[in-house]
């Protein structure tokens, strides 16, 4: 069975049989923070469990890299929604090691775009339209850094207020270590 169906098919069981009733919790995060972190299939349970932390508890963003890689993107305006609207009082940003997304570089990705199908004519015709593919598909040196870039995007946003903790973690996938990279309370 193909792989959507196979969800489909569960699902009703799911609902049948009433197990979505172990799941429900509140709509508000019982803590008040919002934790934007990579996709990386390894810290899907890995960087809730490594923080203490249950479903129902926070407001969770991920994407690849846990990068802001726009202040107007749809990642800060979560972040924004989450603290206006949804209670949150805090933001962590969560890069960690081994990032697959920081390792990317462009040509690659470009390469295997093309190899199914995507004609140089479409790229090129991006960068003309001055959309800077080269650069937007460009991972990171430093996850350090990285976070600390995200963490300085969100806190000088002209949209959100100064009393808002902004703090920067690192996760190293292997172990859940966590190192704190900014502390927002002191700075
Ligand atoms: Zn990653």
Redesign the pocket.
């Known amino acids: 069975m193909e792989l959507l169906y196979e969800l489909l098919e569960y699902n009703k069981k799911f609902v049948e049989t009433k197990e979505y009733e172990n799941y429900i919790v509140e709509k508000s995060p019982k803590k008040k923070m919002v934790l934007v972190s990579?996709m990386?299939t390894r810290l899907t349970e890995m960087s809730f469990k490594s923080l203490g932390l249950k479903s129902g508890d926070i407001k969770h963003i991920q994407n690849?890299?846990a990068v802001i890689s726009h202040p107007y993107g749809s990642t800060i305006r979560s972040i924004l929604v989450a603290v206006y609207m949804l209670g949150v009082d805090e933001v962590v940003i969560m890069g960690?090691h081994d990032?697959?997304?920081?390792a990317l570089q462009p040509e690659p990705m470009l390469e295997e775009m093309k190899s199914r199908g995507i004609k140089d004519e479409t790229l090129n015709t991006l960068r003309h339209a001055g959309i800077d593919i080269d650069n937007w598909l460009k991972g990171f040196n430093s996850v350090e850094e990285s976070v600390t870039e995200g963490v300085n995007t969100v806190k000088t946003h002209p949209l959100l207020t100064k009393d808002v903790p902004v703090h920067g973690l690192v996760i190293n996938p292997d172990n859940g270590k966590v190192d704190l990279i900014v502390d927002g309370y002191k700075n």
Request: proline share 0%; with cysteine; aromatic share 12%.
């Open positions: 990579c990386d690849a890299g960690h990032c697959g997304f920081g």
